[in-house]
């Protein structure tokens, strides 16, 4: 890498559309504007996959079962997934982002970073682009769609949600410092609720009091992670924006407040699991065939196992066998659950039970 690229600042812009599946129903039944409204199944095991502003005022939230939603809202409106009219939409705002850039790295339908550095449109100004396309794509969808402006990654996705819904936040780069000051580490990615009761204990809540650690000591206390704590605590993020690049997986895990290894406490979250990992699928950006299942467990320990079976679609029922399959007697600190995927073209649709 030579010197000028090095020390080039670059502008990433991060879009992220507002509850977009839920957007694009009421788009198209304008009725639905004054009412609760949920996207997902309505069936006993079914989750949400998202709900607009005024249902988000009963507490439903994305991957809530809908049996709860309904009873903190028993006027929600439920309405099935149409996966072929959200990808529609999708690849339509797409083509927008692709009018200033091709640097677009889509993260799932609704959301996408873009690098506009060399986007020489609307004076170089990642702003005035990150507020021209806001302004196209509700010109020609009729959808909101919130913005981040920051000199990385990292910076843009949270900037995306300080306005949401409808708005725009810039951390321009001599604000890098000030913004993350302040900045609750709940905020940093892959902060969740078990590393945060541990930051809590040593007394850290905000980004500056994370700073006072040095990245020894963070490793010492949480592994390879600890330097991510430190970098994202700096403002640090050198992840380039990669364009169109397929996934070769997807799955989500969740560490325990307490270590165990009670059978039936790990299956339950398993199936708590298995609900956001039907969330996770819904947002992909394109269409993919599932080639396997997998489950992952760390030990008390911090030694990991995984099992795997070929696979074309993602049952429950295949993640419960490969639980039970690891006849688990030692203490258990995380468990995992994910497939292996590969893309397919547009006219195929993968195998997945929803």
């Not at 994305?62 to 997934?81: D, G, T």
């Not at 920051?150 to 995306?160: G, Q």
């Not at 902060?191 to 040095?214: D, F, H, P, R």
């Not at 320990?301 to 490969?322: G, P």
């Amino acid at each position: 890498m030579d010197t000028q690229q090095a020390t080039t600042v670059r502008k990433i812009i991060h879009i992220d559309m507002d509850c977009f599946y839920a957007a694009v129903e009421i788009r198209d039944n304008p009725h639905l504007a004054t009412k609760p409204v949920a996207i997902g199944g309505s069936g006993e095991r079914s989750v949400l996959c998202t709900c607009n502003y005024i249902a988000r005022k009963y507490g439903i939230h994305s991957a809530m079962s809908a049996i709860n939603a309904q009873k903190k809202c028993p006027q929600l409106i439920i309405l099935p997934v149409d996966m072929a009219k959200y990808r529609q939409v999708s690849k339509s705002i797409h083509q927008i982002f692709k009018e200033f850039t091709e640097l677009v790295e889509p993260l799932a339908l609704d959301e996408a970073y873009l690098d506009v550095t060399d986007c020489q449109q609307l004076q170089n100004s990642a702003t005035l682009i990150a507020e021209e396309i806001r302004r196209k794509i509700w010109t020609s969808e009729q959808l909101t769609a919130s913005a981040g402006v920051a000199p990385n990654k990292f910076l843009a996705k949270i900037a995306s949600g300080w306005n949401k819904p409808n708005g725009i936040y810039v951390i321009a780069p001599n604000a890098v410092n000030s913004f993350i000051h302040d900045l609750p580490v709940n905020k940093l990615f892959g902060v969740g609720k078990v590393t945060l009761n541990k930051l809590q204990q040593m007394g850290i809540n905000t980004c500056a009091e994370l700073q006072n650690y040095s990245l020894n000591q963070l490793t010492s206390r949480f592994g390879k992670f600890g330097v991510l704590l430190y970098q994202q605590s700096r403002g640090i993020d050198n992840r380039q924006v990669l364009a169109d690049r397929p996934r070769k997986s997807l799955s989500v895990e969740t560490t325990f407040l307490h270590d165990s290894n009670n059978n039936e406490f790990l299956r339950n979250e398993l199936i708590k699991l298995y609900d956001k990992f039907l969330i996770r699928f819904c947002e992909l950006n394109q269409n993919y065939q599932i080639k396997s299942q997998f489950i992952k467990i760390k030990f008390a320990d911090f030694q990991k196992t995984t099992h795997e079976i070929t696979s074309n679609n993602s049952q429950l029922e295949n993640f419960i066998a490969l639980l039970n399959a690891l006849k688990i007697e030692r203490q258990v600190r995380l468990i995992g659950i994910g497939v292996r995927l590969q893309p397919v073209n547009d006219t195929q649709q993968p195998e997945f039970l929803f």
